[in-house]
């Protein structure tokens, strides 16, 4: 899931597509319009024989906020190597207070980084 965190933010369509299972795989994968990609946070995972799940977070920059995605992905393993199969998203804007740690990542206080 990292792996293919890191190639939505370098825009790498081609890895995305090598790494995306052939029962479900696009033709073509348009990263033009891709966000801003901030942050990921995995928040759950779970594996049985073939089959996986990953429950993540990642955060974008939206205007002048930030937005996030959030997906229940499915993985199924083949030879030797996991592959995207299908994900549930939800999307929405992420509402940081003054005090919480900015969602750019650098370790300041939202009030005295991106606000």
Not at 33 to 49: E, F, K, Q, V
Not at 58 to 71: K, M, S
Request: a neutral charge.
């Amino acid at each position: 899931m990292r792996s293919r965190y890191c190639a939505f933010v370098y825009r790498l369509a081609d890895y995305l597509l090598e790494t995306w299972h052939e029962s479900t795989r696009p033709q073509s994968l348009d990263l033009e319009h891709s966000p801003d990609w901030s942050s990921l946070s995995i928040l759950d995972t779970s594996a049985r024989g073939d089959s996986g799940t990953v429950h993540f977070r990642a955060v974008y920059r939206l205007g002048n906020g930030w937005g996030y995605l959030e997906e229940a992905s499915i993985f199924r393993m083949a030879e030797g190597r996991w592959y995207y199969v299908s994900g549930e998203t939800t999307e929405g804007q992420l509402k940081s207070g003054r005090n919480e740690p900015c969602p750019c990542g650098s370790g300041k206080k939202y009030k005295a980084c991106c606000l």
